[in-house]
């Protein structure tokens, strides 16, 4: 079914795999709650609505195109949702996720579409490598900010954090015996360095169980959107246009970087293009409109797919492991809740991962300044700026103006130019 022989991988392999992707993502099922809450949305109501999201947009992915890419209210996108659209508009929550379930049905009907494979198609492919890179630096420098090895600083902004503490030896252990297993090449190396770093966390009192283990999961209260009309409605009372736009914007760029990213590590982009483009974009589309039905934020591909990736990931059997792992953990919520509290768990991984992604940059034309430097817009603005879609929309407005100044106008793809426009609006214009 998920032809792991053509993809040269096994079920062995894709289980860890599955494993991995699941244990460097489960901190959503935490966070994600906690963020919305600042909004006035109910915990356990975002915790049950982000798993039913999850498993929705993975599944998908996995059953109809076969991809190692797993789904998940994204980061970004849910302090916008909390901060932002119903911390500035004035707002309820209920009228925010009209505006998100509007953009997800917009969202289905471009996934419909032969718009975004197009548009995936269009991009260049300095600027996919150059997102393929950014994206790794950014989630490197996530793990090293989760693991407390970095910290914040007035004058520098980013400072070496303190070495003795407890959470950074535990990550620095990690990362040495991960990297270690690496080195020898010991098959699913990264999710071994995570189970070894988890022990030494429990034995050294770093992780603990006070709530117990198990817990009954309950379902959403009442759905956020009864229907499409009602939410057209609230959008259009409250003049929700430009939030619509935001959401739908930043979720499809957000989205088609991830994915070329982990395609391209996985080795699975075809002549520049992605094979069953459409029914792993409609995954993402699918689960932002239910997500919004249920009461969480839109979701999108995640980045941490490409632990699993490294892990040797490389079909559907891998996402939908990582399904029935969300689901299996609706019921452990107290167990998820403790080992996702535990950065130096999972930041070994996403640095080492980021790494590997890196290699990207090798392929980036260097000697040509109108190609390398969107590229290298791209790679710096991500992780500075703590966004993807940012990053992607600095590449996409400076690559065409050095090539229309170069005399090369004609090489660019027409959509290349027209979201260059829409993206140097949504920067100058739309609330961020």
Same mark, same amino acid.
């Given at each position: 079914?998920?032809?792991?022989?053509?993809?040269?991988?096994?079920?062995?392999?894709?289980? =860890?795999? +599955?494993?991995?992707?699941? $244990?460097? /993502?489960?901190?959503? #099922?935490?966070?994600?709650?906690?963020?919305?809450?600042?909004? +006035?949305?109910?915990?356990?109501?975002?915790?049950?609505?982000?798993?039913?999201?999850?498993?929705?947009?993975?599944?998908?992915?996995?059953?109809?195109?076969?991809?190692?890419?797993?789904?998940? &209210?994204?980061?970004?996108?849910?302090?916008?949702?909390?901060?932002?659209?119903?911390?500035?508009?004035?707002?309820?929550?209920?009228?925010?996720?009209?505006?998100?379930? =509007?953009?997800?049905?917009?969202?289905?009907?471009?996934?419909?579409?032969?718009?975004?494979?197009?548009?995936?198609?269009? *991009?260049?492919?300095?600027?996919?490598?150059?997102?393929?890179?950014?994206? +790794?630096? !950014?989630?490197?420098?996530?793990?090293?900010?989760?693991?407390?090895?970095?910290?914040?600083?007035?004058?520098?902004?980013?400072?070496?954090?303190?070495?003795?503490?407890?959470?950074? %030896?535990?990550?620095?252990?990690?990362?040495?015996?991960?990297? =270690?297993?690496?080195?020898?090449?010991?098959?699913?190396?990264?999710?071994?360095? /995570? #189970?070894?770093?988890?022990? *030494?966390?429990?034995?050294?009192?770093?992780?603990?169980?006070?709530?117990?283990?198990?817990?009954?999961?309950?379902?959403?209260?009442?759905?956020?959107?009864?229907?499409?009309?009602?939410?057209?409605?609230?959008?259009?009372?409250?003049?929700?246009?430009?939030?619509?736009?935001?959401?739908?914007?930043?979720?499809?760029?957000?989205?088609?970087?991830?994915?070329?990213?982990?395609?391209?590590?996985?080795?699975?982009?075809?002549?520049?293009? /992605?094979?069953?483009?459409?029914?792993?974009?409609?995954?993402?589309?699918?689960?932002?409109?239910?997500?919004?039905?249920?009461?969480?934020?839109?979701?999108?591909?995640?980045?941490?797919?490409?632990?699993?990736?490294?892990?040797?990931?490389?079909?559907?059997?891998?996402?939908?492991?990582?399904?029935?792992?969300?689901?299996?953990?609706?019921?452990?919520?107290?167990?998820?809740?403790?080992?996702?509290?535990?950065?130096? *768990?999972?930041?070994?991984?996403? =640095?080492?991962?980021?790494?590997? /992604?890196? +290699?990207?940059?090798?392929? #980036?034309?260097?000697?040509?300044?109108?190609?390398?430097? &969107?590229?290298?817009?791209?790679?710096?603005?991500?992780?500075?700026?703590?966004?993807?879609?940012?990053? %992607?929309?600095?590449?996409?407005?400076?690559?065409?103006?050095?090539?229309?100044?170069?005399?090369?106008?004609?090489?660019?793809?027409?959509?290349?130019?027209?979201?260059?426009?829409?993206? $140097?609006?949504?920067?100058? !214009?739309?609330?961020?």
């Amino acid at each position: 079914m998920f032809k792991l022989k053509e993809n040269n991988t096994n079920v062995k392999t894709e289980l =860890i795999a +599955g494993l991995t992707t699941f $244990l460097t /993502m489960a901190y959503i #099922i935490v966070v994600n709650p906690i963020i919305l809450k600042d909004a +006035g949305v109910p915990f356990e109501q975002v915790f049950s609505a982000t798993i039913i999201a999850t498993v929705i947009g993975t599944l998908w992915m996995a059953l109809a195109a076969n991809y190692p890419i797993a789904i998940a &209210p994204g980061m970004g996108l849910n302090a916008y949702f909390a901060y932002s659209v119903v911390g500035t508009h004035d707002i309820s929550y209920q009228t925010a996720f009209a505006a998100v379930f =509007i953009a997800g049905i917009i969202f289905i009907i471009l996934s419909l579409t032969p718009f975004r494979k197009i548009l995936i198609e269009a *991009i260049p492919e300095n600027l996919k490598h150059g997102i393929t890179a950014g994206i +790794g630096l !950014f989630i490197a420098f996530i793990g090293m900010r989760m693991s407390g090895m970095i910290v914040s600083h007035p004058s520098n902004l980013v400072a070496l954090g303190d070495l003795h503490s407890s959470g950074v %030896i535990l990550t620095l252990i990690g990362l040495a015996v991960t990297l =270690i297993l690496m080195a020898l090449r010991v098959h699913g190396a990264l999710f071994l360095g /995570m #189970i070894v770093t988890g022990i *030494i966390a429990y034995f050294t009192g770093q992780l603990s169980f006070i709530d117990g283990l198990v817990q009954k999961p309950s379902l959403p209260e009442g759905l956020m959107v009864a229907n499409p009309v009602s939410a057209l409605v609230d959008v259009v009372q409250h003049s929700l246009y430009a939030v619509v736009f935001s959401f739908l914007l930043v979720t499809i760029f957000d989205t088609t970087g991830t994915m070329i990213g982990v395609a391209e590590q996985a080795g699975l982009m075809k002549s520049g293009s /992605m094979p069953r483009v459409r029914q792993a974009l409609l995954a993402d589309s699918v689960a932002t409109t239910v997500g919004s039905m249920f009461g969480t934020s839109p979701t999108s591909a995640y980045v941490e797919s490409t632990a699993g990736v490294a892990a040797g990931g490389r079909t559907g059997l891998t996402t939908v492991t990582v399904s029935i792992l969300f689901i299996i953990a609706a019921f452990f919520g107290p167990l998820v809740s403790a080992v996702s509290g535990i950065a130096a *768990i999972t930041s070994p991984a996403l =640095i080492i991962v980021g790494s590997l /992604m890196m +290699g990207a940059i090798a392929q #980036i034309k260097w000697d040509e300044l109108d190609e390398a430097f &969107p590229a290298f817009l791209i790679i710096l603005s991500m992780p500075l700026t703590s966004s993807i879609a940012t990053g %992607i929309a600095l590449g996409f407005i400076s690559y065409p103006i050095l090539k229309v100044v170069t005399g090369k106008w004609k090489v660019v793809h027409p959509l290349v130019y027209v979201f260059a426009v829409l993206f $140097l609006y949504q920067l100058v !214009f739309l609330p961020h």
